[in-house]
């Protein structure tokens, strides 16, 4: 497995799944650190890179390749079910990382849950990737993406091209003509959320060929914050994995 793509947050001697989850564009894997401590000691937990954090930024642009080069890291881990989870950028990285380790035939990937994110038929160019610094951090802070001390002490600021990386690469991203997956997808949305709404997010239907759900919760764009319990009771729960309140 590339440490490099895949950043383990638990490490239970026994797993019996793994939770692997996907960021969103100009987040790290230290946005899920809160989740630990509320996962069952079933559930091994790992957070995928983006591309802006990878040196060279390696996959800046190439959504495609990122995908399927952390299909790879996935697939080299002990052969567990696995849960993919992501918000915003992360929901569509994830849904192709599914559809990668799909075509592989294992691990099995038991459920997708793409949060906050537009499905990839209704992806289209974004702007922000040639937006100026202070347009971006207007914007990261309009979605209430960074924390506060962040904007505070110049810490986004210093990762301005990283951020800029993640931005092109999903917004350059286009889906390939009818993909699907096998694993049943839920659709996950604040209800105040203002970059996707709830008929919008209801079109991840066309992506499975399984079961679909939409799940509603209050908040913004972020609203998963704070909510670390419900949305591993939900996921986990449906995996039949157990949960640890």
């Known amino acids: 497995m590339s440490t490099r793509l895949l950043a383990r947050l638990s490490t239970p001697p026994r797993p019996t799944l793994h939770l692997v989850c996907f960021p969103a564009a100009g987040s790290t894997s230290a946005f899920f650190g809160p989740w630990v401590a509320h996962l069952?000691?079933?559930?091994?937990?790992?957070?995928?890179?983006n591309p802006g954090t990878l040196p060279g930024n390696s996959?800046?642009?190439d959504l495609m390749g990122l995908a399927g080069a952390v299909a790879d890291a996935v697939a080299s881990l002990p052969?567990?079910?696995?849960?993919?989870?992501?918000?915003s950028m992360g929901a569509t990285v994830a849904f192709e990382v599914a559809r990668r380790i799909?075509?592989?035939?294992?691990?099995?990937?038991?459920a997708v849950y793409a949060s906050g994110s537009r499905p990839p038929s209704l992806r289209g160019e974004g702007g922000v990737h040639r937006f100026t610094d202070a347009e971006m951090w207007t914007e990261l802070?309009?979605?209430?993406g960074i924390a506060t001390e962040e904007r505070e002490d110049g810490v986004v600021r210093e990762r301005a091209e990283s951020i800029r990386a993640d931005f092109r690469t999903i917004e350059t991203y286009r889906a390939e003509h009818e993909s699907a997956i096998q694993a049943p997808i839920t659709a996950l949305i604040g209800n105040s959320d203002s970059e996707v709404t709830a008929p919008e997010a209801e079109r991840w239907?066309?992506?499975t060929r399984s079961t679909f759900a939409l799940r509603v919760f209050n908040g913004g764009?972020?609203?998963?914050?704070g909510k670390e319990s419900a949305l591993l009771d939900l996921m986990l729960s449906a995996s039949g994995d157990g949960f640890m309140p």
């Not at 052969?79 to 918000?87: A, E, I, M, Q, T």
């Not at 802070?141 to 209430?144: D, F, G, K, T």
């Not at 764009?221 to 914050?225: A, P």
């Open 221 to 225: 764009h972020f609203y998963l914050r």
């Open 40 to 49: 069952p000691p079933t559930c091994a937990m790992f957070v995928a890179a």
């Open 141 to 144: 802070s309009r979605l209430n």
């Open 79 to 87: 052969n567990r079910p696995v849960v993919l989870f992501g918000h």
């Open 205 to 207: 239907r066309e992506h």
């Open 102 to 110: 799909e075509k592989r035939g294992k691990p099995s990937v038991s």
């Open 59 to 61: 996959y800046d642009g």
